[in-house]
C-alpha cells in the first residue's frame, strides 16, 4: 500500500513537470496607445476589429459610482475633484497613465505604492499562488497529493522563462517586517534580496511566518489558508520558491536568472493607513486592447488602495495557459477556458476577503475610464 502511494505521488509530481515548451503570449502592436493587429490567434479577432475601425485607446472621461459610503475616508465628491466625475481636466488626465497588460507588472495592493501600476492582492507572486493552487485543484480535486519543494520551485522557474525581464514578477514587503527578521534571526543591515549564505537555510524558514511579510494579503494567505480555499503547505512552498530563486538571481552566476532578472522585491515604508478603496477599469476598446488605467495610491496628499479586476483577468489567461500546458505534456490534462474561469473566481474570492480586512470601514468607488 505504501509502494503504491509512493509511485502516485511520484507519478504526480513527474506529470507536473511535463512542460518543456516556452509559453508565447500574444502581443498587440508596438505603439503605446495604438491597438493594432496581434500576431497570435487567440488575440486576432479582438485586434483585427479594432484595427479595422481605426480604434485608439485613450482616455478622455470617466465615471465615479459609489459601491459602498463611509463615515470617514475621501467622500464622493473628494474623489471626483481628485480623479474627476466626466470630462477630464488636464491635472486629472495627467493623473493616468495607460498601460499595456502584457508588458507591465501586477503590483501588490497596498496604500504604501508610490508610483502608477496595476494592483492585485499580493501582486504577480499573489497571482501565481492562486493560479497554482487552482492548477493542483483542477489536477487533483481531491487534494491529498501535494507537490515538492522541487517542483514548485520548478514551476514558478518555468513560468519565469515565460515573461519578459522587463516584467519582472513583483512579491511586496516592508520595513516592519524586515526590522522583525533582524530581530528574531539575529542580523544587522538585512538586504533580503541578496542574504548572507549562512543565514538563507534560517532565512527561509523565518519567511514562512507571518510576522515576517509587510503584504496584508500574503500575511492572510499564511495566517489563514483556508479562507482563500488553500492547502496550508502551499503558500510557506511558494514563499520559499520565490525567495530561492531572488537569492539565485542575485548570487548564483549560473542562474538564468543572473543574466535576466524576472523578480523584483518591494519594500514599503511606513504605516499603511488608506482613506478609500478605488476598483478602476476601461472602457471596451482599451480592455479589448489589453490596455488598463494605471493610478499612484500614494501621494502627499492621499492614500488609497486599488484594484484593477478586469485587468488582472487578462494576466489569468496568460497563467490558465500556462497551467494548461504543463498539464497537457500528461496524461492528466485540463482546459485552459475552464482553469480560467477558475482562476477569475478563485481572484474574486481572493479580493473579497483580503478586502473585506484591509478596507473595513473604507468608502468603496469605481472608477471607469474611457
Keep these: 500500500m505504501l509502494m503504491k502511494l509512493i509511485m502516485q505521488l511520484l507519478s504526480f509530481h513527474m506529470s507536473l513537470l511535463g512542460l518543456s515548451l516556452l509559453l508565447c503570449i500574444p502581443q498587440s502592436g508596438a505603439l503605446e496607445l495604438r491597438v493594432q493587429q496581434a500576431d497570435a490567434a487567440p488575440k486576432q479577432c479582438e485586434c483585427k476589429g479594432l484595427a479595422a475601425n481605426g480604434g485608439t485607446c485613450s482616455v478622455s472621461k470617466v465615471s465615479v459610482h459609489q459601491d459602498h459610503a463611509a463615515t470617514a475616508?475621501?467622500?464622493?465628491?473628494?474623489?471626483?475633484a481628485i480623479w474627476g466625475s466626466s470630462v477630464l481636466t488636464k491635472e486629472q488626465r495627467e493623473q493616468v497613465t495607460l498601460?499595456?497588460?502584457?508588458?507591465?507588472?501586477?503590483?501588490?495592493?497596498?496604500?504604501?505604492?508610490?508610483?502608477s501600476s496595476i494592483f492585485t492582492p499580493g501582486g504577480d507572486f499573489g497571482?501565481?499562488?492562486?493560479?497554482?493552487?487552482?492548477?493542483?485543484q483542477e489536477r487533483d480535486p481531491s487534494g491529498q497529493m501535494l507537490p515538492s519543494q522541487e517542483?514548485?520551485?520548478?514551476?514558478?522557474?518555468?513560468?519565469?522563462?515565460?515573461?519578459?525581464?522587463?516584467?519582472?514578477?513583483?512579491?511586496?514587503?516592508?520595513?516592519?517586517?524586515i526590522e522583525h527578521l533582524e530581530a528574531e534571526m539575529p542580523l544587522e543591515n538585512l538586504d533580503l534580496t541578496s542574504p548572507p549564505d549562512h543565514a538563507k537555510a534560517s532565512l527561509l524558514q523565518k519567511l514562512t511566518e507571518v510576522e515576517n511579510h509587510g503584504d496584508s494579503h500574503i500575511r492572510l494567505?499564511?495566517?489563514?489558508?483556508d479562507?482563500?480555499?488553500?492547502?496550508?503547505?502551499?503558500?510557506?512552498?511558494?514563499?520559499?520558491?520565490?525567495?530561492?530563486?531572488?537569492?539565485?538571481?542575485?548570487?548564483?552566476?549560473k542562474s538564468p536568472?543572473?543574466?535576466?532578472?524576472?523578480?523584483?522585491?518591494?519594500?514599503?515604508?511606513g504605516q499603511s493607513d488608506p482613506t478609500a478603496f478605488l476598483e478602476v477599469s476601461s472602457g471596451e476598446l482599451c480592455q479589448n486592447g489589453g490596455m488598463a488605467p494605471m493610478l499612484t495610491p500614494r501621494t502627499p496628499q492621499r492614500a488609497v488602495l486599488i484594484s484593477h479586476l478586469d485587468a488582472v483577468s487578462l494576466r489569468r489567461v496568460e497563467l490558465a495557459a500556462f497551467f494548461a500546458r504543463i498539464a497537457n505534456a500528461s496524461p492528466r490534462k485540463i482546459n485552459k477556458d475552464q482553469l480560467h474561469q477558475r482562476l477569475d473566481r478563485h481572484g474574486w474570492l481572493a479580493l473579497?476577503?483580503?478586502?473585506?480586512?484591509?478596507?473595513?470601514?473604507?468608502p468603496f468607488y469605481t472608477l471607469t475610464y474611457s
Excluded at 73 to 80: D, F, P, T, V
Excluded at 221 to 225: F, I, V, Y
Excluded at 227 to 253: E, G, H, I, T
Excluded at 352 to 362: F, N, W, Y
Design 352 to 362: 473579497e476577503t483580503t478586502g473585506s480586512r484591509v478596507a473595513s470601514g473604507l
Design 151 to 177: 517542483v514548485v520551485d520548478t514551476l514558478l522557474l518555468k513560468y519565469l522563462e515565460t515573461i519578459p525581464s522587463s516584467r519582472p514578477m513583483i512579491h511586496c514587503t516592508d520595513d516592519r517586517a
Design 257 to 269: 536568472l543572473n543574466k535576466s532578472p524576472k523578480l523584483k522585491l518591494e519594500v514599503l515604508v
Design 127 to 136: 497571482e501565481f499562488v492562486l493560479a497554482l493552487s487552482s492548477y493542483l
Design 227 to 253: 479562507w482563500f480555499q488553500l492547502n496550508k503547505y502551499l503558500v510557506p512552498m511558494a514563499v520559499k520558491a520565490f525567495y530561492n530563486l531572488l537569492w539565485q538571481q542575485s548570487s548564483d552566476a
Design 73 to 80: 475616508g475621501i467622500s464622493l465628491a473628494g474623489i471626483s
Design 221 to 225: 494567505l499564511l495566517k489563514q489558508p
Design 99 to 115: 498601460g499595456k497588460v502584457s508588458e507591465t507588472s501586477f503590483h501588490c495592493m497596498d496604500d504604501r505604492v508610490t508610483k
